[in-house]
């Protein structure tokens, strides 16, 4: 079942289930529709912020339907942001080694890409934390 617990103009709270994704999805895209981005940015925002969901819902949270995600979003200028807060775990993006997507592909490997693609996808990418939530910044650049 997809629940977003609370929707607002620029901000969404979901439940830590990946079946909140599509959600999670369909607000950035409406999002974008109404600041008049490409399809090609939206799909790529769509994507980091997805893949950013997915690793506080299985890392942060460990699974547990039981967290909430803050997702907010602002444009100011040509510079988007994309908030996301959660009260899980916490952990050091740095401390992530850059994957071997060659080897990846030889054993045929899902996963491992989140933090890859984000920081491939967004033009800045800054996580902290101060022991009772997490904050993770995405930022692009728009055209």
Do not use: W
């Not at 893949?51 to 200028?77: L, M, Q, V, W």
């Not at 890409?113 to 939530?133: Q, R």
């Amino acid at each position: 079942m997809n629940e977003a617990l609370n929707i607002s103009g620029n901000e969404i709270i979901i439940s830590s289930s990946t079946n909140n994704l599509s959600l999670v999805r369909m607000f950035i895209e409406d999002y974008g529709k109404a600041i008049h981005l490409s399809k090609r940015e939206v799909a790529h925002i769509s994507l980091a912020v997805d893949e950013a969901c997915t690793n506080i819902i299985k890392h942060a949270y460990k699974n547990s339907k039981d967290g909430k995600i803050k997702i907010r979003i602002n444009k100011k200028g040509n510079k988007l942001s994309v908030k996301l807060i959660d009260k899980g775990l916490h952990f050091n993006p740095q401390t992530i080694p850059a994957p071997n997507i060659e080897e990846s592909q030889k054993k045929k490997k899902g996963g491992g890409l989140g933090i890859f693609l984000m920081k491939k996808i967004m033009d800045e990418v800054k996580y902290s934390s101060n022991g009772n939530s997490n904050e993770l910044l995405l930022t692009k650049y728009l055209a």
